[in-house]
């Protein structure tokens, strides 16, 4: 990768991954997280979860430093909250690269996370989850497309992709940019990513997730976009 640190033209880096691979992969380690954020895990009560949270921060600091060429101790990335204007919590961005958006995901031994030009959201969820109750989602999603799943023999997966698709929309902080869904079958994931047009490794999500031999734990890049993806509402959350 040749774009130098916090171009714009970096190209976009999506990734994702099991919490056992992250937390084995020989670049990311737990002390590369900051103070602020090791300072927030203590309130996390069950291990698993503590886990996820933390391998979906290492997973962001390894996006950003393929995106920008910095190992990934010299990335530092921030959080602020759209809503009230506070640091240490709300959406992940990177200080030092103001050209490229940042957003990460975790659910149940999952992580992914996108670093990119403009803005850029993802969200993964495991296959069997189930999004509901179906009442609630006719208030947060298109009432045509939670019907439409709903028609289906199995709504669960319909209902799911409808899911992903509006929590990375809503990571990204708009509507109207590329919207990408997967599925990582040796992760047992749906994953959804929003902006980052070309995010690199595209097309070769098959080969690395079949990569068991490699010394590296693999790590699934995300596909090339779709198509244009039908609308979906901005979030207002």
Not at 132 to 161: I, K, N, S, Y
Not at 175 to 182: A, E, K, Q, R, S
Not at 209 to 225: D, Q, R
Request: proline content about 14%; charged content about 25%.
């Amino acid at each position: 990768m040749n774009a130098g640190p916090g171009r714009v033209g970096a190209a976009p880096v999506a990734l994702v991954a099991t919490t056992a691979e992250v937390l084995a992969h020989p670049e990311l380690d737990e002390d590369l997280l900051a103070p602020w954020e090791r300072r927030r895990l203590v309130g996390i009560r069950v291990p698993a979860r503590r886990d996820d949270v933390v391998a979906a921060r290492l997973l962001l600091r390894l996006c950003a430093s393929r995106a920008t060429g910095l190992p990934p101790r010299a990335v530092e990335p921030a959080q602020r909250c759209p809503g009230c204007g506070r640091d240490g919590h709300g959406r992940p961005y990177l200080p030092d690269h103001p050209g490229l958006g940042a957003s990460f995901s975790h659910a149940d031994g999952l992580a992914a996370a996108v670093v990119g030009p403009g803005p850029v959201g993802i969200d993964v969820e495991p296959l069997t989850r189930r999004p509901g109750p179906v009442p609630v989602l006719r208030r947060l999603l298109p009432h045509d497309e939670v019907d439409a799943a709903c028609a289906e023999p199995d709504p669960g997966p319909a209902l799911l992709r409808l899911w992903v698709r509006r929590e990375a929309l809503f990571k990204a902080g708009r509507d109207d940019v590329p919207l990408t869904v997967w599925t990582d079958l040796r992760r047992a994931a749906v994953v959804a990513l929003a902006g980052a047009t070309g995010a690199a490794g595209a097309g070769r999500a098959d080969r690395d997730a079949g990569a068991a031999e490699t010394p590296v734990p693999p790590l699934s890049p995300g596909p090339a976009p779709s198509p244009p993806r039908s609308p979906a509402p901005p979030s207002s959350r």
